[in-house]
Each structure stands twice: as structure tokens, then as C-alpha cells.
């Protein structure tokens, strides 16, 4: 079994869009302008902690394995008392033939970790062990890791990007942010436009729209 700890504060961002004014009313030839305000809005952060690794199991007997399982149980030294106790899935791979061997991936999560070390026991058993037809019985492994001191930050900044203002930049803290586009009656109609958020990971954040409904009338003569 591996353990490796784990501790993150990941942020989320809102972004709020307000054209002014929303409706332009234009004589043909005439051209009007909008202003944009985009605000972004940045929360303290959502603090996780965890351990993830996998535990790693070979099946040495002659025979397949019957009703593998594996209990991972948390402690932390020198305490023995299990602090989270969880079932490994495997149902990647729930049967290993005789002398095949499977890893499956785990992840625990720990609410309000403390730096201190945490051990990870992987109780594994099956039911058809020799010397133990019809219960369950297996090996046990361990692994030892500490939930970092330091926060990894998620989402610590942003781009802006805009359908109508292109790039509008990057941003670490809460901001607001105008620019201004000219419509005419080649505009006619509504006209929505988007502002989305991506993420310092390049994933996707959120979006925010205004529309701007363009009016014409036929110039006076």
C-alpha cells in the first residue's frame, strides 16, 4: 500500500456581466455605444485534506481469488485507535487468477487534518485462502504519510476572456473591469455576449451574459 497526503484550498470565483445602456435605439446610419462592467468575485477558499495512494495486491495461491476485499483503516501514530475506516473498490479487477496481481487506486478524506502523521492499513482477505476455506483471511500492509503544513492553492487565479472584449486579462483577487463597444443597425436584433472564466489549471470556470437590443428606424428626410 502507498499513502501520500494532501492539503489544498481551492477558491470559487463568480463573475457577474451589466451592459448600460441594454437597448440602443438608432436611426439607420447612426451608431451608439455600450459600456460593459464585468465583476469578478473571489471567496477565502474551501480548505481539503487527504490521503490517496493504492494498495497493491498479488494473488499467490494456485486458484483464483473468491470474495476479494480490502478495508483500509486510518490511524494516527502512536495511537492504534482508526480514526476513518473505508472498503478499497475493486471492482476494476474483482477476481485475480492464480498468480496475477492488480493495483487499485484509493483516495480518504480526511475533514480538519492535522499535520501530524497518518497511518494507511489495508486488511485484505479472501475466502478461499489455504489453511482457511470459508472465511475471510489475508494479508495486511501499511503505509505512513503527513498531511502537508503548507496549502496547495486551486483556482488562485483567472483569465477573463469576452466574446466582444477579447482577453481581458488575469486576476488574483475580487475586480471590476469595463469596456466599451459601438453598434449600429448592422445590429439590429438582440445581441448577447459572454464573459467566461478559466481557470490556472485551464478548466473551465464560470460565465456570465448581457444582452444589448439594437433598435432601428429609418433616418428622417
Known amino acids: 500500500v502507498t499513502a501520500n497526503g494532501h492539503r489544498t484550498r481551492t477558491f470559487t470565483w463568480t463573475i457577474n456581466k451589466v451592459a448600460n445602456p441594454t437597448t440602443l435605439d438608432l436611426v439607420q446610419g447612426g451608431s451608439g455605444t455600450v459600456t460593459y462592467t464585468v465583476t469578478l468575485t473571489k471567496d477565502d477558499g474551501t480548505v481539503h485534506t487527504w490521503i490517496d495512494g493504492e494498495v497493491c495486491i498479488t494473488n499467490g495461491g494456485s486458484v483464483p481469488t473468491e470474495n476479494l476485499m480490502s478495508t483500509l483503516k486510518v490511524t494516527q501514530p502512536p495511537s492504534q485507535g ?18 496475477e496481481s492488480s493495483c487499485y487506486p484509493y483516495r480518504i478524506d480526511i475533514p480538519s487534518a492535522n499535520s501530524n502523521t497518518y497511518k494507511v492499513n489495508a486488511d485484505t482477505t479472501i475466502t478461499n485462502h ?26 488562485n487565479t483567472v ?17 471590476t473591469l469595463t ?43
Open 130 to 155: 489455504s489453511g482457511h476455506l470459508g472465511v475471510p483471511f489475508g494479508p495486511n500492509a501499511a503505509a505512513t504519510t503527513a498531511i502537508p503544513t503548507t496549502e496547495t492553492l486551486v483556482h
Open 82 to 99: 482508526v480514526i476513518l475506516s473505508t472498503s478499497l473498490d475493486t471492482t476494476a479487477k474483482p477476481v485475480l487468477a492464480a498468480g
Open 159 to 175: 483569465t477573463v476572456s469576452d466574446t466582444l472584449g477579447g482577453p481581458l486579462g488575469e486576476f488574483s483577487d475580487d475586480h
Open 179 to 221: 469596456y466599451t463597444h459601438k453598434f449600429d443597425c448592422g445590429n439590429a436584433g438582440d445581441n448577447p455576449n459572454t464573459a467566461s472564466i478559466t481557470y490556472d489549471d485551464d478548466t473551465a470556470g464560470p460565465s456570465a451574459s448581457a444582452t444589448v437590443t439594437v433598435k432601428c428606424t429609418a433616418s428622417g428626410g
